[in-house]
């Protein structure tokens, strides 16, 4: 198999560009032996940054993903719905490396990383957070983020070995665990012990420490309170300033006030995608939702 090389201009304009949170792409500039810029092809139109061709996924006899291609253009955050059964899933799945397809292609940044395994994904910027299950729970909420940096930084958990590995990723944890709103006064305390809500910001700033270009979130308010589903909407908001979010969501009110577009899927294929307030109002979403009216 060929390894994956992310562009060379690509990787020049990170080290130029890096930062505690992550790399913005806006920051992303092209060095001179480029020859376009980021995200822009040979014949000069703009590439999608993320982008799956004829993909189809199956289970036994059974079509998850039917023939599915979808372009992920540089916009902030795109939303996932669709009945039950529709394929979200699935497709978050192949998205982040965990299903290999049966057929097609995805591309990031023009790049074929179809046959990679979901750690090198998570490796080249495509990070998928998970419904609690990549917290440790007897350790403490600082160790837990700590531990995802230096596994960007050190590439494992080799560095538990040296004496001072919590100590050289410490600021930058304490960094992200501001952004994502975890008071100083709960970092010493074991994760377990942190209210759901906590646990799902918690499970945020792990993901963050991969430095992801884009990030995954699947139902980042299942379960939780009201007032932890406006603090995690406005985190949505917040954190799509430096890096592309593709969110599956039942809670349609997160849905209209996070995304910039919706993709709608039903039985594992595209029913339409546009604006919150279009796709509201297709027949078709309104029959795939409710059924049809006899």
């Known amino acids: 198999m060929t390894a994956f090389h992310p562009p060379k201009c690509l990787a020049r304009a990170g080290d130029m560009h890096r930062s505690p949170i992550g790399l913005s792409l806006r920051e992303m500039q092209p060095m001179p032996d480029c020859g376009q810029n980021i995200g822009e092809s040979a014949g000069g139109t703009v590439m999608p940054l993320l982008e799956l061709q004829s993909v189809t996924m199956s289970f036994g006899g059974f079509k998850a993903i039917n023939d599915l291609s979808l372009k992920f253009e540089r916009k902030p ?20 490396g965990f299903y290999r397809p049966k057929r097609g292609r995805l591309l ?37 983020v700590v531990l995802s940096v230096q596994r960007r930084a050190d590439g494992g958990t080799k560095a538990f070995a040296k004496i001072d590995w919590h100590e050289d990723h410490r600021p930058e944890a304490s960094a992200l665990l501001d952004q994502v709103g975890i008071p100083s006064s709960l970092r010493g305390r074991p994760a377990g012990d942190l209210p759901y809500g906590r646990k799902r910001a918690l499970e945020l700033a792990i993901s963050l420490g991969a430095h992801p270009t884009i990030l995954l979130l699947d139902e980042p308010t299942a379960g ?15 954190l799509s300033v430096d890096r592309m979010i593709i969110v599956v969501e039942h809670n349609l009110g997160v849905i209209a006030n ?18 919150y307030a279009d796709v509201r109002q297709d027949p078709r979403v309104i029959e795939a939702y409710l059924g049809k009216r006899h």
């Open 77 to 96: 955050v795109y939303g996932i719905i669709g009945p039950n059964g529709a394929g979200k899933t699935t497709l978050f799945n192949v998205l982040s």
């Open 108 to 144: 990031f940044n023009g790049q074929d990383m179809t046959r990679l395994r979901a750690e090198q994904f998570a490796r080249q910027g495509i990070v998928r957070s998970f419904q609690i299950t990549s917290i440790f729970p007897n350790l403490s909420v600082m160790d837990n």
């Open 224 to 238: 939780m309170t009201t007032a932890d589903v406006s603090r995690t909407t406005d985190l949505i908001a917040q």
């Open 258 to 275: 996070v995304a910039d577009e919706i993709i709608v899927l039903q039985q594992g294929a595209l029913l339409t995608r546009g604006r």
